[in-house]
């Protein structure tokens, strides 16, 4: 006879939730607020969840500050996001203030403007807009929306714009 699957989630005991939780926080760096839910969906009430968290913190199974920095390498580097967008992102995901100062330290001056200077180059490969004002205002629209910084975008523009020197 068939049977029809379970909806409701598996209820844990705390012993079984930290061996699941810590093999969680052990594939990749996670932030407070998604090992908080994690815990919650496990059944667990908020102060089992709460004596986890600080256990695996102490363990250092989880670390706001180490998260902070990964991401903040991982997405200037790979995604090539500009500091504001990294800023915001990390808000979004409940990291303190402290720890995304410290993430930020990450970011190199001249590798990050090279990024921007990199994507400028790219987008400007490919917009077919002719119009060099509406053309320029589209490029820095998207370096915008990529979370860098308006006079950086400006000065990146401007020296598109410079006949190189020989």
């Not at 410290?102 to 400028?120: H, P, S, W």
């Amino acid at each position: 006879m068939f049977k029809s699957p379970d909806k409701t989630p598996k209820q844990y005991t705390p012993g079984e939730a930290l061996q699941k939780i810590a093999a969680f926080c052990a594939y990749q760096e996670r932030t407070q607020k998604e090992v908080e839910q994690k815990l919650r969906s496990y059944g667990l009430d908020e102060d089992e969840a709460g004596e986890i968290i600080i256990r695996l913190s102490r363990e250092k199974l989880l670390d706001e500050e180490r998260f902070a920095k990964a991401f903040v390498r991982g997405h200037y580097r790979q995604k090539k996001w500009g500091r504001r967008r990294i800023f915001q992102e990390l808000k979004q995901k409940g990291i303190s203030e402290y720890c995304i100062k410290a993430g930020m330290k990450e970011i190199d001056g001249e590798e990050y403007y090279q990024n921007l200077v990199e994507i400028l180059e790219k987008k400007d490969r490919q917009e077919k807009e002719t119009n060099p004002r509406v053309r320029r205002m589209k490029i820095a629209q998207y370096l915008t929306g990529k979370g860098y910084e308006q006079d950086l975008i400006k000065i990146a523009l401007d020296d598109l714009g410079k006949p190189e020197e020989e």
